[in-house]
């Protein structure tokens, strides 16, 4: 008789496990531990609720920014519907700054912006994965998001100085030169330092959330 050995790692024994344990009972029995089960917060809800009588409505809730860190870590629906619509934009801005890219007129910024944009779209897919699947792999999502925010930044010093060489040191963050760039010559050469600035902010901002491990 020949005996074969299935190395399962440890993910795929919990889901085995919280598969035939809905209710938390056998963990419970076993490991003398509480389960925190969707029917345990089910129930924790409802007797908070009740507790809190009629000064909690929902009409009346308040968000605070930890809301979407917790809505990331437990997936919730709600957040994954307004990331998923975030996401969407973000790639409309990939687009856009592919095209940039494109258009620019060489330089140290378009080698930048064209090196920036394959990490970009390799983010991307991993954000992608991320709001799709329900298994996902954190440190690769974070080291994809990571190396876009690198290149983008990079970018985003080259864009600087060559506006600066140009308009002068005030331009890259002067909001009136903006102003009179657009309305009166019809130009908007702090476009593209603009866009990798926003793009920016947006990867710092999914940097933040602890991506979950399903």
């Given at each position: 008789m020949t005996v074969s050995f299935e190395k399962w790692p440890r993910t795929e024994l919990i889901e085995r496990?919280?598969?035939?344990?809905?209710?938390?009972?056998?963990r419970r029995f076993w490991f003398n531990q509480e389960i925190l089960s969707a029917e345990w917060f089910s129930s924790h809800i409802a007797d908070a609720t009740s507790d809190a009588g009629p000064r909690y409505h929902p009409e009346l809730n308040i968000e605070v920014?930890?809301?979407?860190?917790?809505?990331?870590?437990?997936?919730?629906?709600?957040?994954?519907?307004?990331?998923s619509r975030r996401l969407r934009e973000f790639g409309g801005e990939i687009?856009?700054?592919r095209r940039a890219?494109?258009?620019?007129e060489q330089g140290a910024g378009k080698e930048r912006m064209?090196?920036?944009?394959?990490r970009l779209e390799a983010a991307y897919s991993e954000?992608?994965?991320?709001?799709a699947s329900d298994r996902i792999n954190a440190r690769v999502i974070r080291?994809?998001?990571s190396g876009a925010l690198y290149a983008v930044r990079e970018a985003e010093g080259r864009l600087r100085d060559e506006l600066e060489a140009v308009h002068g040191e005030a331009a890259s963050s002067s909001a009136s030169f903006r102003q009179f760039q657009a309305g009166y010559m019809l130009a908007f050469p702090a476009g593209n330092l603009d866009q990798a600035r926003e793009i920016s902010e947006w990867l710092s901002e999914s940097l933040s959330f602890s991506f979950p491990i399903s």
């Open positions: 496990l919280v598969r035939i344990d809905p209710t938390g009972g056998r920014p930890i809301s979407s860190q917790l809505g990331a870590f437990g997936e919730t629906p709600a957040w994954k519907a307004s990331y687009s856009r700054w890219s494109t258009e620019r064209e090196a920036a944009t394959p954000l992608q994965g991320f709001v080291d994809a998001v």
